[in-house]
């Protein structure tokens, strides 16, 4: 029995197939199979890009390890011994059924699909209409998306996630920048008149009495912007009115119900197809998005972070 360092026997590694037995490096077997194969050490060392020093060594080494010569040296070719070939047989089973396992895996986790989850309106107007074009480029990369905001517990179902740093989140996390966060007024395109004069030098300016829509999830996002552009707000208060979502609010200002505050990333596909207007521009607001993971990035996850910053690197275009 194998003790657990404690005094107890380990009954996991005593019912292990393989149990206590020694086995030999991998990689004097793997030297080993490939001059079986091939009858030549010089062989298996230009396959394997080693040098026939090391090939040579390695099963010298395994030889000594099972007391008996597995080739018979005849000038330059080697011939398995009987012992030889009930190695070799064994140990080229054994790599097919790694090789067979490695790559079975390997095709479960490409087909299983990456759980984002991503704050809602940047789900719905900046990210859905875009992840067609991260399926084309990525076929093999599935990926279930789920809405969420603040705090996110990844590695529980979620794998990734997109937050903006309005929040401490945990120091463990790897926060990989997408983009910075930038935010301007944006009304319906024909309403522009409505809410905005213009001035001397022909530059707009909000009206007095505009109607302000605000929103209950970003409840200082007037007073952000009214800090960022150096205004303050006139007094007495103009009309307002309050939504209980972020998206209401946007939703409200492509009715024409007032003026908003648009970051440029939700509101940019209404405002290149002439629906919303920016009259003033976009400013940045000091805050940025992340791609939030529990782990450095590799494989998928990594080229979804490039495509990703790629997506929110367009120009912007702040009429």
């Known amino acids: 029995?194998?003790?657990?360092?404690?005094?107890?026997?380990?009954?996991?590694?005593?019912?292990?197939?393989?149990?206590?037995?020694?086995?030999?490096?991998?990689?004097?077997?793997?030297?080993?199979?490939?001059?079986?194969?091939l009858e030549s050490f010089s062989q298996a060392a230009d396959a394997l890009?080693?040098?026939?020093?090391?090939?040579?060594?390695?099963?010298?080494?395994?030889?000594?390890?099972?007391?008996v010569a597995l080739f018979e040296r005849r000038n330059r070719r080697v011939v398995l011994t009987e012992a030889g070939r009930d190695l070799a047989a064994a140990v080229r089973d054994g790599l097919r059924t790694i090789a067979a396992a490695t790559d079975r895996i390997r095709?479960?986790?490409?087909?299983?699909?990456?759980?984002?989850?991503?704050e809602p309106t940047l789900l719905m107007r900046w990210l859905i209409p875009r992840l067609p074009a991260f399926q084309a480029e990525q076929p093999d990369c599935v990926i279930h998306l789920?809405?969420?905001?603040?705090?996110?517990?990844?590695g529980n179902g979620v794998d990734l996630a997109i937050r903006r740093d309005d929040f401490q989140w945990?120091?463990?996390l790897h926060a990989h920048r997408l983009f910075a966060e930038r935010v301007g007024l944006v009304c319906r395109a024909d309403?522009?008149?409505?809410?905005?004069?213009?001035?001397?030098?022909?530059s707009a300016r909000l009206r007095a009495n505009a109607p302000r829509l605000h929103s209950r999830t970003r409840p200082a996002a007037w007073?952000?912007?009214?800090?960022?552009?150096?205004?303050?707000?006139?007094?007495?208060?103009?009309p307002s009115q309050s939504f209980d979502h972020f998206y209401f609010s946007l939703q409200a200002a492509a009715a024409g119900l007032g003026v908003a505050i648009g970051p440029w990333q939700l509101v940019r596909d209404e405002v290149a197809s002439g629906i919303l207007a920016a009259p003033l521009g976009f400013v940045a607001d000091g805050s940025a998005y992340h791609l939030l993971s529990p782990d450095p990035l590799s494989g998928r996850a990594s080229a979804l972070l490039d495509w990703l910053r790629r997506a929110g690197d367009d120009v912007m275009d702040g009429g």
């Open 191 to 202: 309403r522009v008149g409505d809410f905005f004069d213009h001035g001397p030098d022909g």
């Open 170 to 172: 945990p120091a463990a």
């Open 223 to 238: 007073s952000h912007w009214l800090a960022a552009v150096g205004l303050v707000e006139p007094s007495p208060p103009a």
């Open 107 to 118: 095709r479960n986790a490409r087909a299983a699909p990456l759980t984002l989850s991503c």
């Open 1 to 37: 029995m194998v003790s657990d360092g404690m005094g107890e026997p380990n009954s996991q590694i005593d019912a292990s197939p393989i149990g206590a037995a020694r086995l030999p490096p991998l990689g004097a077997l793997r030297c080993f199979e490939m001059a079986a194969r």
């Open 146 to 154: 789920t809405a969420g905001g603040g705090p996110v517990l990844l």
């Open 49 to 67: 890009h080693l040098t026939h020093g090391a090939v040579s060594r390695a099963v010298r080494a395994l030889e000594e390890d099972v007391g």
